[in-house]
């Protein structure tokens, strides 16, 4: 996929209603700070039109990018960040909940899981919540540069194990600083508009 032009065009927050869109959507959640508007920006090329921080809990709406009037990727608040207070979190559980649940044009769910570390509770629970829902997750480890090569296949065999996820699940090495896998997303983003 080339991309030519993106634009954030709709920005959710709690009260907001989800657009009706047209086009089809590949949506990115994971924890706060995983790498979720990180990763985007290397998707569409850009330094900084997704808003990213070392702090956790930057993205707190739901934001549309419109790429080349074929697709939408969508960034998601992350989950687990233990800075919010509890009502804000289960506020933004709720609105992502019902965007996987209401969405007709969502062909996609990216996981993100930091290959650092084995896959938390939270993780299990996002990737059974997504099951549940009947979709099959595209999983991506993130922040890749932060291991050693030979570690690789170990920690993403350790991601597949904890969520218990079948031998056919993608599992995507992803580094937003290298731009490792870049290539291998867009190919699962160019089989959505094929798709479509
Ligand atoms: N080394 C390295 N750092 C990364 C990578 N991806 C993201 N980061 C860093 O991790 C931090 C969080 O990145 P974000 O992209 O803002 O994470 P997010 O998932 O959007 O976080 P929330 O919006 O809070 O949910 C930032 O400091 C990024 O620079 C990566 O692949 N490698
Ligand atoms: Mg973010």
């Not at 924890?31 to 979720?36: D, H, I, L, Y």
């Not at 739901?62 to 979190?89: H, Q």
């Not at 609105?95 to 896959?119: C, G, V, W």
Request: glycine share 6%.
């Amino acid at each position: 996929m080339v991309i030519k032009n993106v634009t954030l065009e709709t920005v959710c927050g709690v009260t907001s209603r989800l657009p009706v869109n047209t086009r089809p959507e590949a949506a990115f959640i994971g924890r706060s700070n995983v790498g979720k508007s990180s990763l985007i920006n290397v998707l569409i090329n850009r330094k900084s039109l997704a808003r990213t921080s070392a702090q956790p809990g930057k993205t707190q709406t739901i934001n549309y990018y419109n790429v080349n009037d074929a697709l939408y990727l969508v960034d998601l608040p992350g989950y687990g960040y233990a800075g919010t207070s509890e009502r804000v979190r289960a506020q933004w559980g709720r609105m992502t909940e019902h965007y996987f649940n209401t969405s007709e044009q969502l062909k996609r769910i990216f996981l993100l899981i930091d290959i650092r570390h084995a896959p938390m509770e939270s993780d299990k629970a996002m990737y059974d919540r997504i099951r549940k829902s009947g979709r099959q997750p595209v999983i991506i480890a993130t922040k890749l540069d932060k291991i050693n090569k030979r570690q690789v296949s170990q920690q993403i065999k350790q991601i597949r194990s904890v969520l218990q996820a079948p031998a056919d699940t993608v599992i995507l090495p992803f580094s937003a600083q290298t731009r490792q896998g870049r290539d291998e997303i867009c190919a699962v983003l160019d089989q959505i508009l094929q798709e479509s």
